[in-house]
């Protein structure tokens, strides 16, 4: 999965209308709440097959962030 | 470790009731603060739609009670044969005794009877099928397993937004001695996560005092979820457990019919059914888009619901799992040989 092929899975992901980039901050994201959160990680071990949970994903401050979990 | 297998119980039959009172997450104004894009993204990612309420007066027992009524007289069973009664909720008639004692009067069961009350819920009816077949490979003949929650009963849950999820249910299962059936059982327990899923007040830990109650008279329970939590111990424990159960029985997952998991959500169940590289149409998940997540009742009527045809007609091999709170989690491969199945009954 490329960079932009990585955007646009997490948008469908976090199910948002917003166009997000890697500097986007995840609590300015409307989405950015435990739905999205939990589809967040479930993305992430699907894809990427990386284990990840609640706790980190909520110290994630950044699209980039969970880019750089996902080893993008 | 914790797995069993008992060569000598089987499901006979399995009613389940539902009150009629329906709502639908579209039809509330309030949730999450009339938050309409939420509500879709709710209904859309975790699968819910609508859950039974019941009445102020009818309580979990009721429920259950109306279910074990129609399973006894569908099967023909003489009460006087019952020589066990469990009840397995976290919503009891009374702090004591146990409710057991009261549907053990309410159904009119005989004195040589072993009654008990197991506090459990998403976990419930398979810590309740393992606690039959003990019962039946010690001697007894004949358990009538009830389980079943009214979750609506805690108001608070409207606050935390988890009131939603959540559906009224009761069930009743039959299961008897046989000698030629084996129950495969796994069972776990995260004693840490005790206050993941909580209803903190109504015990002895908190006396109940003035304060505990809203200005509209309804009891302060602070039934509270963490959802994050419930789904990171849900991806992390389940699958590997089912495999386990699994490894265990010698069982290959293709011999397996139905999979039937608690009706947690569908997100839940779609990414546990990926893990075990199954399909998702081995794992019905309707049941909660139309009831809600009955809890301790939601794989008798998750079979009830999607499966009465099949479980009535034909021999089938189950994997049972069931997982929240506690936080516990059971699994348990049974075979049924066309038995009496309810359908889901209105009340």
């Given at each position: 999965m490329d960079k932009s092929e990585f955007l646009s899975s997490l948008a469908e992901v976090l199910q948002t209308e917003t166009n997000i980039?890697?500097?986007?901050?995840?609590?300015?994201?409307?989405?950015?709440?435990?739905?999205?959160?939990?589809?967040?990680?479930?993305?992430?071990?699907?894809?990427?097959?990386?284990?990840?949970?609640?706790?980190?994903?909520?110290?994630?401050?950044?699209?980039n962030d969970i880019a750089k979990k996902a080893g993008i | 470790m914790t797995e069993f297998v008992f060569k000598n119980a089987k499901i006979s039959g399995i009613s389940t009731i539902v009150p009629k009172n329906e709502k639908s997450l579209l039809d509330d104004?309030?949730?999450?603060?009339?938050?309409?894009?939420?509500?879709?993204?709710?209904i859309k990612s975790s699968g819910f739609?609508?859950?039974?309420?019941?009445?102020?007066?009818?309580?979990?027992?009721?429920?259950?009670?109306?279910?074990?009524?129609?399973?006894?007289?569908?099967?023909?069973?003489?009460?006087?044969?019952?020589?066990?009664?469990?009840?397995?909720?976290?919503?009891?008639?009374?702090?004591?005794?146990?409710?057991?004692?009261?549907?053990?009067?309410?159904?009119?069961?005989?004195?040589?009877?072993?009654?008990?009350?197991?506090?459990?819920?998403c976990s419930g009816y398979i810590i309740g099928l393992m606690q039959a077949a003990m019962l039946i490979n010690s001697g007894l003949k004949r358990i009538l397993l009830l389980t079943g929650d009214t979750f609506s009963k805690f108001s608070d849950m409207f606050i935390d937004h988890t009131a939603p999820v959540f559906g009224d249910a009761g069930s009743a299962t039959l299961i008897e001695k046989t000698n030629t059936n084996n129950m495969y059982f796994n069972v776990f327990s995260s004693g840490k996560h005790y206050d993941a899923l909580i209803c903190q007040n109504g015990g002895f830990r908190n006396i109940p005092k003035q304060t505990d109650f809203y200005t509209n008279g309804s009891y302060k329970y602070q039934a509270k979820m963490d959802g994050g939590r419930i789904f990171d111990f849900t991806m992390e424990k389940i699958a590997p457990s089912i495999e386990s159960l699994l490894n265990f029985s010698k069982i290959a997952k293709e011999e397996i019919n139905w999979f039937i998991l608690h009706q947690a959500?569908?997100?839940?169940?779609?990414?546990?059914?990926?893990?075990?590289?199954?399909?998702?149409?081995?794992?019905?998940?309707?049941?909660?888009?139309?009831?809600?997540?009955?809890?301790?009742?939601?794989?008798?009527?998750?079979?009830?619901?999607?499966?009465?045809?099949?479980?009535?007609?034909?021999?089938?091999?189950?994997?049972?799992?069931?997982?929240?709170?506690?936080?516990?989690?059971?699994?348990?491969?049974?075979?049924?040989?066309?038995?009496?199945?309810s359908g889901i009954i209105e009340r």
């Open positions: 980039d890697f500097d986007t901050v995840l609590n300015d994201l409307y989405e950015w709440d435990s739905l999205s959160k939990i589809a967040t990680i479930a993305f992430l071990d699907k894809n990427f097959n990386v284990q990840s949970n609640i706790t980190e994903i909520n110290s994630f401050i950044t699209v | 104004p309030e949730l999450y603060n009339g938050d309409s894009r939420r509500i879709d993204r709710v739609l609508k859950r039974r309420i019941a009445d102020t007066d009818v309580t979990t027992s009721d429920l259950c009670y109306e279910a074990a009524k129609d399973l006894l007289s569908k099967l023909n069973i003489d009460k006087n044969t019952i020589d066990g009664l469990l009840f397995i909720s976290y919503t009891p008639d009374y702090i004591m005794p146990a409710t057991s004692y009261a549907l053990h009067s309410r159904l009119k069961l005989n004195e040589n009877c072993v009654v008990m009350d197991i506090p459990q819920a959500n569908k997100f839940i169940l779609e990414n546990i059914a990926r893990k075990l590289n199954i399909s998702t149409e081995l794992v019905p998940m309707q049941t909660l888009t139309k009831y809600g997540n009955q809890c301790g009742a939601s794989i008798p009527c998750a079979i009830s619901d999607t499966l009465k045809q099949e479980i009535s007609t034909q021999k089938n091999r189950l994997l049972l799992s069931g997982f929240g709170v506690g936080l516990s989690w059971a699994n348990a491969i049974v075979e049924t040989d066309k038995i009496y199945c």
